[in-house]
């Protein structure tokens, strides 16, 4: 049977062998690196254009949906305000909830 020390200095000497015989290019570090550059640049591009269609489709969307109301009704909101702000209004439709109405 074989001894574990044999292969493994078997198996070095064959990997040193190998190695030897390998010789990288010259400049394979600047291309690699200028490769990995230019993918992280790219990626970092794209995530902003997505950022930025994200960000404009929700400020679209949203002055859509603030167009869509009825300008001829006031402003309503619904919370605690103190009441120098306007006028408490209790809709009992609404089930009791308190509203708070701001005059134009």
Known sequence: ???PADT???????FEA???GVHPAP???RRARSAWRR???RRRL???VVIAVVFSLSVLIGLWV???AASTSPVLF???LAPHHGEVITNPASSGQTWLMISP
């Not at 493994?8 to 064959?14: C, F, H, P, T």
């Open 66 to 68: 603030l167009n869509r």
């Open 39 to 41: 993918s992280e640049r």
């Open 27 to 29: 400049d394979a570090y």
């Open 46 to 48: 794209i995530l902003a």
């Open 8 to 14: 493994e200095d078997q198996l070095r000497d064959a």
């Open 1 to 3: 049977m074989n001894n």
């Open 18 to 20: 190998f190695a030897a």
């Open 78 to 80: 619904t919370g605690w």
